[in-house]
């Protein structure tokens, strides 16, 4: 762990996961590409802010009746320990994910009861109306059954739709998805954040101009790439 404070995360959460992502390309240009979702997931409440934390990994199935099943009881307190915000990230394994939901009602008041911020999976989740209040969850789809929905391995290495996490990664999701945040980024990101929308600003004030046209926007991309 570093030294980066719950108030060095939480900074970040004023701007969304795509704003993230764009201020990443300059802090860590080597990462463009890689270390998000690719694919969609669906927000249980697009109203909720960015929310950051330290992830907690783990795999489950629903398709098929456990064989070899991770305890329960041992994910829980995996999921309780530690310092410092928390989500959970859980990689659906079956063949065709979202076939049974781990999250609903029960699970979602449990996580927020451990502390945790919220959850991303490319599993799905149901009980859309009586989930918890303040817990985020970004899931593949939606679906009314748990089936036989159960753990198969707890602090592993997940992929969700692309995004490759380990414990301890430090996550940023909102309604448009999820980026791992490399820790040598955090304190970076502000600054690369506020050039971002120094730039931005050019062409957004000229686009939104009533005489703007063709020439213009020739102008204003000039005058952006200047700014640094």
């Not at 049974?100 to 989740?125: I, Y």
């Not at 970004?138 to 036989?148: C, I, Q």
Request: glycine share 8%.
């Amino acid at each position: 762990m570093t030294n980066l404070t719950t108030a060095d995360l939480e900074t970040l959460t004023q701007w969304n996961t795509p704003t993230i992502c764009n201020a990443l390309e300059i802090t860590n240009p080597e990462r463009r590409g890689f270390g998000y979702n690719v694919k969609p997931l669906i927000s249980l409440d697009p109203s909720l802010p960015p929310m950051i934390g330290y992830a907690r990994t783990a795999k489950i199935r629903a398709a098929a009746p456990a064989t070899v099943a991770a305890d329960r009881l041992e994910y829980y307190e995996y999921v309780a320990t530690g310092s410092g915000p928390t989500i959970v990230i859980i990689e659906d394994v079956d063949p065709s994910p979202g076939y049974g939901a781990f999250w609903g009602e029960v699970q979602t008041n449990v996580h927020k009861g451990l502390g945790a911020k919220g959850c991303v999976t490319n599993g799905c989740f149901r009980d859309v109306t009586d989930s918890a209040p303040g817990f985020q969850l970004l899931g593949g789809m939606v679906n009314p059954s748990h089936a036989r929905v159960h753990l198969v391995e707890i602090n592993c290495p997940v992929n969700v739709h692309g995004m490759e996490v380990v414990h301890g990664d430090i996550i940023h999701a909102d309604l448009h998805g999820a980026v791992v945040v490399p820790e040598d980024a955090v304190k970076k990101i502000p600054d690369a954040v506020n050039l971002l929308i120094r730039r931005e600003a050019v062409i957004l004030d000229a686009a939104k101009a009533p005489d703007f046209n063709f020439e213009k926007l020739k102008v204003a991309i000039g005058t952006q790439a200047d700014i640094h």
